[in-house]
C-alpha cells in the first residue's frame, strides 16, 4: 500500500495553489481597469467634444491581453493541483514545476508594464502638443509667448510684473519723458464696483499734443485711435500682457505720412521698457 502524503504537503499544495488564484484574480481585475480605462477617456473626450489627439483603443487591447492571462493562470493553476494532489495520494515525490509558470507570468507582466509605459509617454506627448495648440488657439489675438506679431493691428507683449506693477512703471517712464497721462482706466475696478468679476485690466491714455496734432491735421479721423493707449491685462493663466495698436496699422488705416510716424512709434519703446 502506497504512503500517503503528510498533511503539512497537502496545506502548503493549497496554499500554493490559492496564491496563484489570487494571482490570477489581480490580472484579470487590473486588466479590466486598464481595459476600461481607454474607454472612459474615449467617452470623456465625446462629452467635452473635444479631437482625439491619440487612439487609446491600445489599452483595451491591454487589458484583454491582462485579462486572457489571469484566466490561463487559474485554469493552469487548477490544473497543477489537482496533479500534486493525486501525486501526493499515491506518495510519488512532488517536484517543483510551478517554475516555468511563475517565470513566465513574470516575463509577460514586465513585457506588458514594458510595452504600457512607452505607451503611456507616447500618449502623454500627443496629450502635450495638443494642449499646447489649444493654449495657442484659444489665446487673445495678436498674442504670443514672446513679443507677438501685429494681428489686425493688435500687439501684446508679455510684462515681467503684475498689472499694478506694470502700471506704475509705465506711469514713471511717462513722467520721466515729459509725456501726459490723460487717464487710467481701471475696468477690473469698475467691473467689481457693479458686482461683477474681471481679472485685472487696466488701460492707460497718454500722449502730446505736440505729437499728436500734426498727425490729427494730417488725418482728421487718427483723432479716434489718439491719445495713445497702453492696455495692462492678466490672462487666465494669470500672465501679464502690455497691448496696444501697431504704429504701421495706425499709419495704414488713417493714411499717416512716413516722416510723422515717429510721432506714435513711442508706444512701442514704453511698452518693451514696462515689461522689463
Known sequence: MTERAD?????AAERTFLAWMRTGLALMGFGFFVARFGLFLQQLRLIEQAPSVASYGVSLWF???LI?????????????HVRLVRELDH????????????VATALFLAL???????????VRGSVNIHSQNIEENTMPQGTSRTASEPSKGFISKPSNHSVEQTVEKLKNIL???GVTLFALVDHSGEA????MKMRPTKLLIFGSPKAGTPLMLASPGAAIDLPLKILVWEDVHGKVWISYNSSEYLKDRHDLPQELMQNIAVVETLAAKAGE
Do not use: C, F, H
Not at 113 to 120: D, E, K, S, T
Open 63 to 65: 487589458g484583454t491581453a
Open 91 to 102: 506518495g510519488e515525490p512532488a517536484g517543483s514545476r510551478s517554475l516555468i509558470q511563475a
Open 192 to 195: 467689481e464696483k457693479v458686482g
Open 112 to 122: 506588458v508594464g514594458l510595452a504600457m509605459a512607452i505607451y503611456l509617454v507616447s
Open 7 to 11: 498533511l503539512r504537503d497537502y496545506l
Open 68 to 80: 486572457v492571462v489571469g484566466v490561463v493562470v487559474n485554469l493552469s493553476s487548477a490544473w497543477r
Open 175 to 177: 513722467q520721466s519723458k
